[in-house]
């Protein structure tokens, strides 16, 4: 008799325990451009997708384990879903795809080994206490509407939701104020406005940004200047233009970056520092040193210019230190570098960690860390035609050749890379992708202690420095074990 009472007990827990699947889909304005190539259901449920210039996307809300079904109109011989250190396993019948879920993530679907037009599924955690429309402190942007903001100036202790199936088109702006939130699971465009940030906060504290899809940014995406205490979870960047960074972290501390998806034209995420507000030529400023930056469970996706995760070129800074990139997917670098460290100016840049971070596509090099003169170096050449003289045509896009004889000249504004870790990386499919590391010079401003532990090409660990393509000049104490 107990043991038949105690197989009760057990079966009830279990049903008290395994909840139902919940989805949550969002309709879309009227006017806004569907996908006709891709047709995406949620439980059976049509869930919209949206046509741009590089992809589709479809997202939503969900938990629990649900069915996701692809549909095309393209011939599907073959599918690939990344990042693929998610095992997900789908089948194709009948020209569809099926596959399920059961956690948030961020998904690329890539028909027939071509990665030209993805299809992108956004799957976000369901929202908790999501901002009332009645508050006063928060401006409500409903669903299924387009809204026309041209630029929003934000207030101290004010939220932004931006609710989902909601496009708000123009650019958000936040000048020295603190405990600000923009929120929801909608989108934010440039639309009109097409000389601006997409999102550009300045010396404030306290910063949530958090669910909202940024689509096609004109030039830097979403970019923390001079701010401190910032929170960035759960964002998803597709843009495509020239120059369209994913996230700058300019001058600012104490930043978390995590479950994100970025996708952009140059830099996905980057550290840079200078003081001052001044657009380009950038400010030659001295900014606040940068310290206590995490990102982590991350997507990256870096096109033709830039590079994906990157420290640099502008550091104009006593010290960078203490920046930790964990256990995140770099799906596609189509040139740059995967890991870069780009000193153009005088910082002290030490205490970096990648650890845990699977490289499924990196067409160009892998880790990249250098001191140099660049063209956006503070004593860089004034006259335009001497820096087209001097531009180097190398590994390194903006770098500038120093003469013979020129090095003492230039030496004074060049700065330090020390005690970089590199562990458990792993290259697992396409091109065997090289590496730099290189100082400005063999006596002060070498690159020194960088640690390469664990690093694997396409399933085997690499266990010195010619065997990873590494190339290394000016450089002391680089170990790979």
């Given at each position: 008799?107990?043991k038949i009472?105690?197989?009760?007990c057990i079966s009830?827990l279990?049903?008290?325990v395994?909840?139902?699947p919940?989805?949550?889909?969002?309709?879309?304005p009227?006017?806004a451009?569907?996908a006709?190539?891709f047709?995406?259901?949620v439980?059976?449920q049509?869930?919209?997708?949206?046509?741009?210039?590089?992809?589709?996307?479809a997202y939503?809300?969900f938990?629990?384990?649900?069915?996701?079904?692809v549909?095309?109109?393209?011939?599907i011989?073959w599918?690939?879903?990344?990042p693929?250190?998610?095992?997900?396993?789908?089948?194709?019948?009948?020209?569809?795809i099926y596959?399920?879920i059961?956690?948030?993530?961020?998904?690329?679907?890539?028909?027939?080994g071509e990665?030209t037009?993805?299809?992108?599924i956004?799957?976000?955690p369901?929202?908790k206490?999501?901002?009332?429309?009645?508050?006063?402190?928060t401006?409500?942007?409903e669903?299924?509407?387009i809204h026309y903001?041209?630029t929003l100036?934000?207030q101290s202790n004010?939220t932004i939701?931006?609710?989902?199936?909601a496009i708000?088109r123009?650019?958000i702006?936040?000048d020295?104020v603190?405990?600000?939130r923009?929120l929801g699971?909608?989108?934010?465009?440039a639309?009109?406005?097409k000389?601006k940030r997409?999102?550009?906060f300045y010396?404030?504290e306290n910063?949530e940004?958090e669910?909202i899809i940024?689509?096609?940014?004109?030039?830097?995406?979403?970019?923390p200047?001079?701010?401190?205490?910032?929170?960035?979870?759960?964002i998803k960047i597709v843009?495509w233009?020239?120059g369209?960074d994913?996230i700058d972290l300019?001058?600012?501390s104490h930043?978390?970056v995590k479950?994100c998806f970025?996708?952009?034209?140059?830099?996905?995420?980057v550290?840079?520092?200078?003081?001052?507000v001044e657009?380009y030529p950038r400010?030659p400023q001295?900014?606040?040193?940068?310290?206590?930056?995490?990102?982590s469970?991350?997507?990256?996706?870096?096109m033709?210019?830039g590079?994906?995760?990157d420290?640099?070129?502008e550091?104009?800074?006593?010290?960078i230190?203490?920046?930790s990139?964990?256990?995140c997917?770099?799906?596609?670098?189509?040139?740059?570098a995967?890991?870069?460290i780009?000193?153009g100016d005088?910082?002290?840049?030490?205490?970096?960690?990648?650890?845990d971070?699977?490289?499924?596509d990196?067409?160009h090099k892998l880790i990249?860390i250098a001191?140099f003169?660049?063209?956006?170096?503070i004593?860089?050449?004034s006259?335009n035609a001497e820096?087209?003289?001097?531009y180097?045509?190398?590994?390194?896009?903006g770098?500038l050749h120093?003469y013979?004889g020129?090095?003492?000249?230039?030496?004074?504004n060049?700065?330090y890379i020390k005690?970089?870790?590199f562990?458990?990386i792993?290259?697992?499919?396409?091109q065997f992708p090289?590496?730099v590391?290189?100082?400005?010079?063999?006596q002060r401003h070498?690159v020194?202690n960088?640690l390469?532990?664990k690093?694997?090409i396409?399933?085997k660990?690499?266990?010195n420095?010619k065997?990873?393509?590494?190339?290394?000049?000016?450089?002391?104490?680089?170990?790979i074990?």
């Open positions: 008799m107990k009472i105690l197989f009760f009830a279990t049903f008290v395994t909840a139902q919940k989805v949550v889909l969002y309709n879309a009227d006017s451009i569907r006709v190539d047709q995406v259901k439980n059976g049509s869930c919209i997708a949206y046509l741009n210039e590089v992809s589709t996307i939503f809300s938990e629990g384990k649900i069915e996701i079904e549909g095309s109109t393209h011939d011989k599918v690939d879903i990344r693929k250190s998610l095992g997900i396993e789908p089948v194709i019948k009948n020209n569809k596959f399920s059961a956690k948030p993530c961020q998904l690329s679907v890539e028909l027939n990665s037009r993805p299809l992108y956004f799957a976000s369901l929202e206490n999501a901002p009332s429309r009645m508050d006063k402190n401006l409500f942007f669903g299924g509407k903001v041209n100036k934000m004010q939701y931006i609710e989902g199936g708000v123009g650019v702006e936040a020295s603190n405990n600000i923009v699971r909608g989108i934010l465009e639309g009109f406005v000389d997409l999102m550009n010396q404030c910063v940004i669910g940024f689509l096609n940014s004109a030039t830097w995406t979403l970019v200047h001079a701010c401190k205490n910032v929170v960035i979870s759960n843009s233009q020239f369209s994913g300019v001058a600012s930043v978390r479950d970025l996708r952009s034209n140059d830099d996905c995420i550290v840079k520092c200078w003081g001052g657009k400010s001295k900014g606040a040193d940068v310290t206590d930056i995490q990102v469970n991350t997507v990256f996706w870096n033709a210019w590079n994906a995760i420290i640099g070129f550091l104009r800074c006593n010290q230190s203490n920046i990139f964990k256990d997917d770099v799906i596609h670098v189509d040139r740059g995967v890991f870069s780009h000193n005088y910082a002290m840049v030490q205490d970096i960690l990648y650890e971070i699977r490289v499924e990196a067409m990249d001191i003169l660049s063209q956006y170096s004593d860089r050449p006259d820096r087209k003289r001097r180097k045509q190398g590994v390194w896009d770098v120093v013979a020129e090095e003492g000249i230039y030496e004074k060049r700065g005690n970089i870790t562990r458990n792993s290259v697992t499919d396409g090289y590496s590391i290189s100082g400005y010079d063999a070498k020194e960088v390469i532990e690093l694997y396409h399933g660990r690499i266990k420095l065997a990873g393509r590494i190339f290394i000049e000016n450089a002391e104490n680089i170990k074990k």
